[in-house]
């Protein structure tokens, strides 16, 4: 048996090693079709060195960085070859493939780069801290009251843009000794700007219904996906009525841990293709598009886990409902929205219909929504996020001078590349 096991991990890396060759490949092959990075163009990086799995932390962040893009010049680094693979293939902002740390050495040297963001707590976000004068700033990939969203990490950026007065508050319980006046800037929800695309439907009468599930998580405290204690039975009761389009889009990485997540997801597809075959003008959605958006924008209700989708469909302003975890070990912090929401029970999840119908009409639940958009991310109007990003992005580039002219001054203004360890 011990032999058998020993083969089978070897047969995987070897797997791995060959999908990682054919994905370098790939994306050397797509960088000789491109021009080459003009010197010293750049102002802004991204660095992102996760594979393609995880690219939903990028992609939401395409149309915000794009228009910051007019103002400032930015690229993307990107450390792993799926993931290159696919920012090349999505082709939404320039991308400079560093799989190694020679490789970004280089590419820093050629730039002039002045604030380098960071979407999620990558360990080789290290391999980039090292590099100093420049502004290493966390922007995260969503708000959330997770434990994620109040990481000891935080104190490893010189900034962090955060949402708004709800994740200082967060921050501040937990975090000791971390100056939130200096060191975490409010932008709101940049995104929010940006919830457009073209609808996959013709809009009716129907009432729209996003459902939108995390993964199951990889420990219990993080259990927070509702594919198989809600899912099945939420989507069947929405099927049922004739009067709902279900737009279903859940987490890329279902299944990816519980095989009985992947499993459910499979039959909830296939349910929505069943309908849509039985009644055509039904229209149902499966989307696992690139594109977040749209979904968040013209649904009339939405279904979310505890997840970063709360608050992405809270920046809608919109009305939702969060599925209540069952696994009893799961984390859920009651001190902000979650201590306030509209709750669905796995009980409950076969009278969605109902539920639904609540959240759409009752004013108090109006209200309380409103109370929270306000407290999570302040002035939701179109536009008032991506000024106050593109704000603090300026006020930045203005330090940044101030500490170069400054170090030019005293004389230590010396290249921060040199004689630096370039072991991977």
Request: some cysteine; charged content about 25%.
């Amino acid at each position: 048996m011990v032999a058998v096991s020993d083969a089978q991990k070897a047969m995987g890396l070897l797997r791995k090693a060959l999908t990682r060759r054919r994905a370098v490949r790939d994306v050397r092959a797509r960088l000789r079709d491109q021009d080459e990075h003009a010197p010293q163009h750049y102002r802004v990086a991204v660095y992102f060195a996760d594979g393609d799995v995880n690219m939903y932390q990028m992609r939401q962040w395409y149309r915000p960085l794009a228009e910051l893009a007019e103002t400032w010049p930015v690229v993307v680094l990107s450390r792993s070859p799926s993931g290159a693979r696919a920012l090349l293939a999505d082709g939404a902002l320039p991308v400079a493939f560093v799989p190694t740390v020679r490789d970004l050495e280089r590419f820093i040297a050629s730039q002039d780069i002045r604030v380098v963001l960071y979407v999620n707590q990558n360990t080789r976000n290290f391999q980039m801290f090292r590099y100093g004068r420049r502004w290493h700033v966390f922007i995260n990939h969503g708000e959330s009251d997770k434990m994620y969203m109040t990481t000891n990490q935080y104190k490893a950026y010189d900034y962090a843009f955060i949402a708004g007065d709800a994740a200082r508050e967060r921050l501040s319980r937990v975090l000791w000794d971390y100056d939130l006046d200096a060191r975490t800037i409010r932008i709101g929800r940049p995104q929010a700007d940006h919830y457009s695309g073209a609808l996959p439907y013709d809009p009716d009468e129907r009432t729209v219904v996003l459902y939108a599930p995390t993964w199951e998580g990889d420990r219990p405290s993080a259990h927070y996906g509702s594919v198989v204690t809600h899912g099945e039975s939420l989507v069947a009761a929405l099927l049922r009525t004739g009067r709902h389009r279900v737009v279903y889009r859940p987490h890329p990485r279902s299944g990816v841990v519980d095989p009985a997540y992947g499993a459910a997801n499979q039959r909830i597809i296939a349910a929505l293709a069943a309908a849509n075959a039985s009644d055509p003008a039904a229209r149902h959605v499966f989307d696992d598009g690139p594109e977040l958006g749209w979904q968040l924008a013209a649904a009339d209700v939405a279904i979310v886990d505890i997840s970063a989708m709360v608050y992405d469909r809270l920046a809608a302003d919109k009305p939702l409902l969060v599925t209540r975890p069952t696994d009893p070990a799961a984390h859920v912090d009651l001190s902000g929205y979650l201590g306030d929401c509209e709750w669905l029970d796995a009980a409950a999840a076969s009278s969605v219909v109902a539920e639904t119908d609540r959240v759409l009409a009752d004013p108090d639940s109006v209200e309380r929504l409103e109370h929270w958009v306000r407290h999570y991310f302040g002035d939701t109007s179109p536009g008032a996020a991506t000024a106050r990003f593109h704000a603090a992005i300026d006020r930045l580039m203005l330090e940044w001078e101030r500490w170069h002219a400054q170090s030019v001054e005293d004389g230590s203004d010396e290249s921060d590349l040199e004689d630096a360890d370039l072991e991977d």
